[in-house]
């Protein structure tokens, strides 16, 4: 099958913020337990690279042919995670955007291989799309991965052991929070400051 079809998208099972933070911690607690045990950044080797391959039977495979526009991909029917060899290398050594590259294909596995695949069984090839214009956000595959990969590279359980230790942690600024969990757990300031302000907003952690 053509990479165009691979890329393509499709119309995912309604997901909110919340059970897409519950589903990666689930998925953690059973195949990377560390992850939450400890306020720190989230092995993206292991995920990715050993991980993915017990749960889903997906492999990493370091694509030089990817566009500039495609920094990653997930490839359903190869069942392979493409991610760029020098992204890979930065995302290895710790820089934020990379990592969010490569959890975010992390996601997509998690998230959405299981409807995929039964998509392709039944070859329901009409359900793909082009583009995700006119589908919902709560059905977009690509904003379900994006919450996926920051939930996966700050999960609540690491989050509520660093603000434990920290005195007064969710009474400071917004933006002293974001600037000590991104460096904490090697995420962008960006992804770092959304995540937090969606936990406060939709009361997914105690934060008094």
């Known amino acids: 099958m053509s990479d165009d079809f691979v890329l393509s998208t499709f119309v995912a099972r309604p997901l909110s913020y919340g059970s897409i933070d519950k589903a990666t911690e689930d998925y953690l607690a059973q195949w990377m337990p560390e992850a939450l045990a ?10 990715v690279d050993r991980c993915l391959g017990r749960s889903h039977g997906f492999r990493l495979y370091l694509d030089e042919g990817l566009s500039s526009v495609h920094e990653g991909s997930t490839d359903f029917v190869r069942r392979r995670v493409r991610i760029r060899p020098g992204d890979w290398e930065l995302a290895a050594r710790g820089h934020g955007r990379e990592r969010n590259t490569a959890a975010h294909e992390a996601a997509h596995v998690i998230l959405h291989s299981e409807q995929v695949r039964q998509l392709l069984l039944r070859r329901e090839f009409s359900a793909f799309r082009t583009s995700e214009r006119g589908i919902p ?72």
């Open 38 to 47: 400890k306020a720190a950044p989230v092995n993206i080797e292991t995920l």
């Open 137 to 208: 956000v709560y059905c977009r595959p690509e904003w379900q991965a994006a919450a996926g990969a920051v939930s996966l590279l700050i999960p609540r359980p690491a989050l509520a052991i660093l603000a434990s230790a920290e005195e007064g942690f969710w009474n400071w600024d917004v933006d002293e929070e974001a600037r000590l969990v991104s460096d904490v757990f090697a995420v962008s300031y960006t992804s770092t400051l959304n995540r937090l302000k969606k936990i406060k907003e939709m009361g997914l952690m105690r934060v008094s």
